[in-house]
């Protein structure tokens, strides 16, 4: 199989050549500020050109980029003073999601968020961000806690889908992922969610219940993932680009569907990039839709979730044209 | 009475479930039995009882008194919000879909009684598209809930199903998050949803509102689970063990309160209901 990030290629030549004259003035001391930032400029608009026509398959290889910043990242860049929480206090602490408490911009929250690991040790512990039935179960704990404490919820998404194995099928997989979204339907204070980068399917959802619904521009959010449904359909798993378009799984087609409320735009370049330029650029976005959550009252809230959701849904009624849900 | 009121209702219906002929093979003991006799007894095989899969028209019959039933939502059809093709199109699919099981999508909701109570039932169709959940069956079932909600009555759901519908893609799962929101503000008003899992419910079903009753039945040896058994095996290469993702599995590792055969359990049902409904 081929690289599946040729596509960067190109940026990757001339982040090559940048580097190189960077090494050579500080090595030689002869002043190459000129050339640099002339490469510079055709790097940046290379990567607007290239960006701009991203494939959905691209989009959701970007998502999965061994470098996209994780939830422990956005901990680091986004919020001060966490204190992490751990353990469902039933079986154990699954560490595919984290839970912690920090301060966004000065306001307390709750931070619940999937983890796929950076290395080899930790992408093992954290099982590669499949979680466990304990996972979801440590995340609605804590859910509980910002509740009867009203901290807002930030639930950041990024999982390849709920872990498919014997033991979590034999702990309740099914029943874990269900309790979770209904209890985050009703759940009596805010909660914004985004999904970071892989947004797989149920698992996904198993955290991913709302107020709002945030999703960065180079993540994806589906029903199955792209292989799957090539496989399915095709039965043919290298159909994953055709699969991943006819999905419709991008930030700007589910915003177009109204399930999404804003792409939250990523640094040139991708959110691997520049984790900290993009921990800044969500930290804004969650700062504005929490101000616009917490004018609300609660029962108003909850009341704007459940239509948010109620709404999503197209059919035809007896001879008449496709009509949205109420 | 019942009996011979199903045997009307299903004339040339379901030809996937028992096949044609007069005989029938068991998959479960191998014998070949006649295949009146399996109809008469609620399509259960009557040497061993095996559950053959059953239509949701059926189901209803079985379970709803006679002349208590009205359908609700019956004209409701899928549209094509993705503008989804596979080969052929989804509206292609669904017409095909609709011809061959005379029904409009995967699940029919309505209010009836059931042994002398008023509930809304909601039984999924195995037969249309696997029974998947899309826009319809999402909104259906909410709007059974909703109705449920507002007239303080029981809601039971009988679910067959492979999970969430790819062809409606991401609006198709949030669907699960649409139906357990519906459930959540029927149970704050205090209102009873039994749950029946039968023969197959899995995934993005079984992970939402089939997995949220107050009371969770399955019938016998019935699949039930989250990921498919050979999904696991693929992707982790783990052995499964003897009678995995089966109702009885589910029952030992405490995911559900009883397994009820097909036979009894409109009577255990309407026993549930009695301790749990106050009108
Ligand atoms: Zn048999």
């Given at each position: 199989?081929?690289?599946?990030?040729?596509?960067?290629?190109?940026?990757?030549?001339?982040?090559?050549?940048?580097?190189?004259?960077?090494?050579?003035?500080?090595?030689?001391?002869?002043?190459?500020?000129?050339?640099?930032?002339?490469?510079?400029e055709?790097?940046?608009?290379e990567?607007?050109?290239?960006f701009?026509?991203?494939?959905?398959?691209?989009?959701?290889?970007?998502?999965?980029?061994?470098?996209?910043?994780?939830?422990?990242?956005?901990?680091?860049?986004?919020?001060d003073?966490?204190?992490?929480?751990?353990?469902?206090?039933?079986?154990?602490?699954?560490?595919a999601?984290?839970?912690?408490?920090?301060r966004?911009g000065?306001?307390?929250?709750?931070?619940?968020?999937?983890?796929?690991?950076?290395?080899?040790?930790?992408?093992?512990?954290?099982n590669?961000?499949?979680?466990?039935?304990?996972?979801?179960?440590?995340?609605?704990?804590?859910?509980?806690?910002?509740?009867?404490?009203?901290?807002?919820?930030?639930?950041?998404?990024?999982?390849?889908?709920a872990?498919?194995?014997v033991?979590?099928?034999?702990?309740?997989?099914?029943?874990?992922?269900a309790?979770?979204?209904?209890?985050?339907?009703?759940?009596?204070t805010?909660?914004?969610?985004?999904?970071?980068?892989?947004?797989?399917?149920?698992?996904?959802?198993?955290?991913?219940?709302?107020?709002?619904?945030?999703?960065?521009?180079?993540?994806?959010?589906?029903?199955?993932?792209?292989?799957?449904?090539a496989?399915?359909?095709?039965?043919?798993?290298?159909?994953?680009?055709?699969?991943?378009?006819?999905?419709?799984?991008?930030?700007?087609?589910?915003?177009?569907?109204?399930i999404?409320?804003?792409?939250v735009?990523?640094?040139?370049?991708?959110?691997?990039?520049?984790?900290?330029?993009?921990?800044?650029?969500?930290?804004?976005?969650?700062?504005?839709?929490?101000?616009?959550?917490?004018?609300?009252?609660?029962?108003?809230?909850?009341?704007?979730?459940?239509?948010?959701?109620?709404?999503?849904?197209?059919?035809?009624?007896?001879?008449?044209?496709?009509?949205?849900?109420? | 009475?019942?009996?011979?009121?199903?045997?009307?209702?299903?004339?040339?219906?379901?030809?996937k479930?028992?096949?044609?002929?007069?005989?029938?093979?068991?998959p479960?003991?191998?014998?070949?039995?006649?295949?009146?006799?399996?109809?008469?007894?609620?399509?259960?095989?009557?040497?061993?009882?095996?559950?053959?899969?059953?239509?949701?028209?059926?189901?209803?019959?079985?379970?709803?008194?006679?002349?208590?039933?009205?359908?609700?939502?019956?004209?409701?059809?899928?549209?094509?919000?993705?503008?989804?093709?596979d080969?052929?199109?989804?509206p292609e699919?669904?017409?095909?879909?609709?011809?061959?099981?005379?029904?409009?999508?995967?699940?029919?909701?309505?209010?009836?009684?059931?042994?002398?109570?008023?509930?809304?039932?909601?039984?999924s169709?195995?037969?249309?598209?696997?029974?998947?959940?899309?826009?319809?069956?999402?909104?259906?079932l909410?709007?059974?809930?909703?109705?449920?909600?507002?007239?303080?009555?029981?809601?039971?759901?009988?679910?067959?199903?492979?999970?969430?519908?790819?062809?409606?893609?991401?609006?198709?799962?949030?669907?699960?998050?649409?139906?357990?929101a519906?459930?959540?503000?029927?149970?704050?008003?205090?209102?009873?949803?039994?749950?029946?899992?039968?023969?197959?419910?899995?995934?993005?079903?079984?992970?939402?509102?089939?997995?949220?009753?107050d009371?969770?039945?399955?019938?016998?040896?019935?699949?039930?689970?989250?990921?498919?058994?050979?999904?696991i095996?693929?992707?982790?290469?783990?052995?499964?063990?003897?009678?995995?993702?089966t109702?009885?599995?589910?029952?030992?590792?405490?995911?559900?309160?009883?397994?009820a055969?097909?036979?009894?359990?409109?009577?255990?049902?309407?026993?549930?209901?009695?301790?749990l409904?106050?009108?």
């Amino acid at each position: 199989m081929s690289n599946p990030f040729d596509f960067l290629e190109p940026l990757v030549k001339l982040e090559e050549k940048i580097t190189e004259l960077e090494t050579l003035a500080s090595s030689t001391g002869v002043d190459t500020t000129r050339e640099v930032g002339s490469l510079r400029e055709t790097w940046a608009g290379e990567s607007r050109r290239l960006f701009a026509g991203l494939t959905p398959w691209q989009r959701v290889m970007l998502a999965r980029h061994p470098l996209r910043p994780q939830s422990s990242d956005y901990v680091d860049h986004m919020l001060d003073d966490f204190v992490p929480l751990a353990g469902d206090r039933r079986f154990g602490d699954d560490e595919a999601i984290i839970t912690g408490m920090g301060r966004l911009g000065g306001i307390p929250v709750m931070l619940v968020g999937q983890q796929k690991g950076k290395d080899v040790h930790e992408r093992k512990r954290c099982n590669f961000g499949m979680p466990h039935p304990e996972g979801y179960r440590k995340a609605m704990a804590k859910m509980r806690v910002a509740e009867k404490f009203n901290l807002p919820v930030i639930a950041l998404v990024n999982t390849p889908g709920a872990f498919p194995g014997v033991e979590a099928e034999e702990r309740g997989q099914s029943i874990a992922i269900a309790e979770n979204i209904r209890d985050m339907s009703n759940l009596r204070t805010p909660i914004i969610v985004v999904v970071i980068g892989e947004g797989g399917s149920g698992g996904a959802l198993g955290i991913g219940v709302g107020d709002r619904i945030l999703m960065l521009q180079n993540s994806y959010f589906s029903v199955i993932s792209p292989e799957g449904c090539a496989a399915i359909l095709w039965k043919d798993g290298s159909k994953r680009d055709l699969a991943a378009e006819r999905l419709k799984l991008t930030a700007g087609e589910l915003a177009r569907f109204g399930i999404v409320d804003e792409a939250v735009e990523e640094p040139a370049g991708g959110a691997h990039r520049q984790p900290a330029v993009m921990a800044g650029l969500l930290k804004d976005a969650l700062l504005k839709h929490l101000r616009e959550l917490q004018a609300l009252t609660m029962d108003e809230l909850l009341e704007r979730r459940y239509r948010k959701y109620r709404a999503i849904g197209q059919f035809i009624e007896s001879a008449g044209a496709a009509t949205a849900a109420r | 009475m019942v009996l011979d009121r199903l045997r009307r209702a299903n004339t040339g219906r379901d030809p996937k479930k028992i096949p044609d002929g007069l005989w029938v093979k068991c998959p479960s003991c191998a014998k070949t039995v006649f295949k009146r006799l399996v109809e008469e007894r609620l399509d259960t095989c009557p040497e061993c009882n095996h559950h053959f899969r059953m239509s949701a028209r059926k189901r209803i019959a079985a379970l709803i008194d006679d002349g208590t039933w009205q359908e609700w939502d019956a004209d409701m059809s899928s549209a094509d919000p993705l503008g989804f093709v596979d080969g052929k199109g989804y509206p292609e699919r669904i017409a095909q879909q609709q011809a061959k099981t005379g029904l409009k999508d995967a699940v029919i909701c309505g209010g009836g009684k059931l042994a002398g109570h008023s509930i809304g039932l909601g039984v999924s169709a195995f037969d249309f598209n696997g029974g998947s959940m899309g826009s319809v069956v999402g909104e259906k079932l909410t709007r059974l809930v909703e109705r449920c909600t507002a007239a303080r009555m029981p809601v039971i759901i009988v679910s067959a199903s492979g999970g969430a519908r790819m062809q409606e893609g991401l609006i198709s799962l949030m669907q699960m998050a649409k139906t357990s929101a519906a459930l959540a503000r029927h149970a704050e008003k205090r209102q009873l949803f039994i749950s029946v899992l039968t023969d197959p419910t899995m995934a993005g079903v079984m992970a939402s509102y089939a997995s949220l009753g107050d009371v969770i039945v399955a019938e016998p040896k019935a699949m039930i689970g989250f990921t498919g058994a050979r999904v696991i095996q693929e992707t982790i290469k783990q052995e499964l063990p003897e009678g995995f993702q089966t109702s009885e599995f589910l029952h030992k590792y405490g995911q559900i309160d009883l397994i009820a055969t097909r036979q009894e359990m409109k009577a255990e049902l309407a026993r549930i209901v009695s301790y749990l409904h106050h009108a």
